[in-house]
């Protein structure tokens, strides 16, 4: 492969990209890696989809088979801080030279099949930047990959690949505009990713999307695993662990420490263990200290995550839809017992009534914010719409994250931002980057 020069602005070039906006299909996914010369062939994946926990267990899973020995790669989106978070290779994100050559490999790639005439439009920021972890993947000689599905998964471009395992999260109302108004609309665009002779784990989800899933697994000859089905579970949640016991039918996990926090995130374990189990049926046999050591080792930041600040504490979280704000919600409500103050950022394509119905009973007040996105919700009309859904709730307008939270902080020593992980992204790399800021 040739590389390109340096004086092509890869950053640039993938913000051009972004004006494309979301578009399914598989056909510019397909006809890249076909030109590139099948990269995503060149190593086993696995294919984590579904609504909320696809990246949290996506990260699990990644960290037990690298504890296991084997070369690995993870590609999860979107990131918080620095694009190169979305791959990563042996448990590290790639460097930005690396990450520049496979970009720019792809773009390559691009330019031929548009001068070839074999591309309608030009590929989308995901599509590119898929591809871009596929050959990423193939140049370190990468033995197990997991992807996170980025959108739906039927026309996802992580579903160019022939996974040997799936997981399928919670799925939940989100991204209706794509997929649909309705769980079920929803829950068929998820099960897309299901492909024959695959191992694929359910995770905890209505009988609708059990029946579902069994369904689609059945037609395409694929192992079904219902997460739930013949385990026994003990969860205990304070503000500063949560500890797993966990019995299946292959083997008992007692007195897990995770690493990830709240009861959504025992759910998400379950699911990673069983998939990791699953995989027997494919040749791998994960060894049971590797899946225990990528719950308890696992980073995976922005979720539940309490960083302390000079002024005090703030509690991190990307939920950005009513199930998650539902799991944030959970949360509190079991290690507090007096009301939270909440930096809220939201983006205008998500369910922001929603969010608010659930965590506005929880606040004393929500000081509403926005971010430098054109997706974002202005910080006065997310406070007119805090007063619409809770008259009772005290909304203040601060249109700078960073002062929003400061303020918060002003009147409380813990709060709680959240709402966007755009937010959450850019929490990380101002106050979180400081050097009196620490994990708590």
């Not at 773009?107 to 871009?132: D, I, K, Q, W, Y």
């Not at 944030?328 to 939201?346: G, K, N």
Request: some cysteine.
């Amino acid at each position: 492969m040739v590389n390109l020069t340096p004086s092509e602005d890869v950053s640039s070039y993938l913000r051009d990209l972004e004006k494309f906006g979301i578009k399914l299909g598989l056909n510019n996914i397909k006809q890249l890696c076909e030109v590139l010369e099948h990269p995503e062939r060149t190593f086993k994946s696995l294919i984590i989809g579904g609504t909320n926990g696809k990246g949290s267990v996506a990260a699990m899973t990644e960290a037990a088979l690298r504890a296991d020995g084997y070369h690995t790669g993870r590609y999860t989106s979107p990131h918080l801080v620095r694009l190169e978070e979305r791959i990563s290779i042996a448990g590290n994100p790639i460097t930005t030279s690396e990450f520049e050559w496979a970009v720019k490999t792809v773009r390559r790639a691009v330019n031929r099949l548009l001068r070839e005439g074999r591309l309608e439009v030009s590929p989308t920021f995901f599509e590119v930047t898929t591809a871009a972890a596929f050959v990423a993947f193939r140049r370190a000689e990468v033995e197990l990959a997991v992807l996170e599905v980025g959108l739906g998964g039927r026309f996802d471009a992580t579903n160019v690949t022939q996974p040997i395992g799936v997981a399928i999260t919670t799925i939940a109302l989100d991204h209706e505009a794509q997929l649909g108004k309705s769980i079920s609309e929803i829950a068929y665009e998820k099960v897309g990713v299901i492909k024959p002779n695959t191992v694929v784990v359910l995770g905890q989800n209505a009988p609708e999307i059990h029946n579902l899933v069994a369904a689609t697994c059945r037609e395409h000859d694929a192992k079904f695993i219902d997460s739930r089905q013949g385990i026994s579970v003990s969860v205990h949640c304070t503000s500063d662990a949560t500890q797993l016991s966990l019995g299946t039918p292959v083997r008992h996990y007692n007195q897990v420490d995770l690493a990830l926090q709240g009861r959504h995130q025992a759910v998400n374990a379950i699911t990673t263990v069983r998939l990791l189990e699953g995989l027997t049926h494919q040749g791998i046999e994960v060894s049971e200290s590797a899946i225990i050591s990528g719950l308890t080792d696992v980073t995976w930041r922005g979720r539940l995550e309490w960083i302390k600040v000079p002024s005090g504490r703030v509690l991190l979280d990307a939920a950005h839809n009513p199930a998650a704000a539902k799991a944030l919600a959970e949360y509190l409500t079991e290690i507090r017992d007096a009301p939270m103050s909440f930096v809220l950022a939201v983006m205008r394509d998500k369910d922001i009534a929603g969010i608010i119905d659930v965590l506005a009973p929880l606040a004393n007040r929500i000081v509403c914010t926005t971010m430098s996105t054109d997706r974002a919700v202005s910080a006065s009309t997310l406070a007119a719409c805090v007063r619409d859904r809770s008259p009772k709730t005290n909304a203040i307008i601060e249109s700078d994250p960073q002062a929003a939270v400061a303020l918060a902080l002003s009147e409380a020593a813990d709060i709680c931002a959240t709402g966007s992980i755009f937010l959450v992204g850019h929490l990380l790399s101002t106050i979180g980057t400081d050097e009196n800021v620490r994990r708590s």
